[in-house]
């Protein structure tokens, strides 16, 4: 049976040595999910809240303890006999239970916990790998991955305000072709790097982190690993961008305060993103 017998939560560390809240659910013929939930150097001013406990005498303010209590003593009571093959049922008992918007009340990291994790539970009660239950017999074309190699903003401490540069093997006809050309287009990134004397140590999430004279040469230096590579960027390689640009946002200004590179408004961003659209192979802006 699918149905939910226990919903137990713990405070555990992420990759960055970070609280971060785990959970596990049982059900009762036996199958169990567990699911930890990841979070970002940088969040976005309109992204869900991760409750956080604030005690700055335990883990800096970051822990978890409070979240983790909310799945303990106010999730698991709710979801105990519903069935986790409902997944609409057991996200909807979740964000009536919070209430607000933004799951600012019980936690979007102690919510997304429960719902991966009766996922996984249901997915193992029915015998299937996780992107066979939620995909269906059709789950079987994997996207095309966007592989971030070159950090700044909140991810690196260098000059470079934009936070993720990514290459997109958009010319690849299978996954592993895809990350073939991702992980040689990072290491002829090492080389350009190297060869005009910068920095190849690397940022928060494994991207290279030197200091550049702009945010542009960040992407000038990313087409030169492509083509270093031996790959026709535009055709065989894509470049993807995430400039979390809510984080340099202030008082109606964007400041590149890391580049030293002045003040802009919103306008003027638009006019910058639609000249580098102009001018490189660019298909995602996050």
Known sequence: MSTIIS????????????????????????????????????????????LR?????????????????????????????????????????MLD?????NKSHLGANAILSVSMAAARAAAQDAGLPLYRYLGGPVANVLPVPMMNILNGGAHAANNVDFQEFMVVPIGAESFPEGLRVGVEVFHA????????????????????????PSDE?????????????????????????????????????YVFKKSGAGTKTP???????????DRYPIVSIE
């Open 53 to 93: 406990d604030g005690d700055h005498k335990r883990f800096l303010g970051k822990g978890v303890l409070e979240a983790v209590k909310n799945v303990n003593e106010v999730i698991g009571p709710r979801l105990e006999g519903m069935s986790a093959e409902e997944q609409i049922a057991v996200d909807y008992a």
């Open 217 to 253: 040469a960040a992407l000038e230096a990313v087409m030169a690993a492509i083509e270093a590579a031996g790959l026709e960027p535009g055709k065989d390689v894509a470049i993807a961008l995430d400039p979390a640009a809510s984080e340099f946002y202030q008082e109606g200004k």
């Open 189 to 212: 990134l090492k080389k350009v790097l190297a060869k005009r004397n910068l920095s190849t140590a690397v940022g928060d999430e494994g991207g290279f982190a030197p200091n550049l």
């Open 267 to 277: 306008e003027e961003m638009v006019a910058l993103y639609k000249s580098w659209i």
């Open 97 to 101: 239970l919070d209430g607000t918007p």
């Open 7 to 50: 919903v137990h939560a713990r405070e555990i560390l992420d990759s960055r040595g970070n609280p971060t809240i785990e959970a596990d659910v049982t059900l009762a013929s036996g199958a169990a999910g567990r699911a930890a939930v990841p979070s970002g150097a940088s969040t976005g001013e309109h992204e869900a809240v991760e």
